[in-house]
């Protein structure tokens, strides 16, 4: 569907893709609503679990909906709160843990609507469009 109108999302309609066994993540703005250079979505971390470290091929920008999460950005590691934004540029290896008791949510989005992501320990990139296909 490319388009120059505006679309609204309505996220319980959106289809959710498990990742590394109990993350969830739903893909909003992306090629197919109509973006010529970014993506967008959220990610819901369960408590006492992360994602694995890797790294995209642009940059991206993580606002913390809900929860706390500890980044872990090019070996250093933050804390960030509800309301609180980080900036990764491209090809920093980065990972969100939740160590706390609630679910932590992430808004992110890449600047690039062919945004990649590389698994540091396995060395394998898949396009983040592609994910919902693979088992990760």
Known sequence: MLNNKPVIFKEKKIK??????????K???NKNSGS???????TLIPK??????H????????FVLKGTALAEINKKKYT????????????VPHRFINNKKNNLKIY?????????????????????????????
């Open 16 to 25: 959710s893709i498990k990742r590394f066994g109990t993350v969830v993540t």
């Open 27 to 29: 893909i909003f703005v």
């Open 36 to 42: 010529k250079s970014m993506i967008s979505g959220t």
């Open 48 to 53: 006492n679990k992360s994602i694995n470290l």
């Open 55 to 62: 790294y995209h091929n642009c940059e991206e920008a993580v």
């Open 80 to 91: 960030l709160k509800e309301g609180e934004v980080c900036w990764i540029p491209a090809k």
């Open 108 to 136: 992110w989005t890449y600047a690039n609507v062919n945004a990649t992501r590389t698994d540091v320990l396995t060395k394998k990139t898949y396009k983040i469009l592609d994910e919902h296909k693979k088992k990760l």
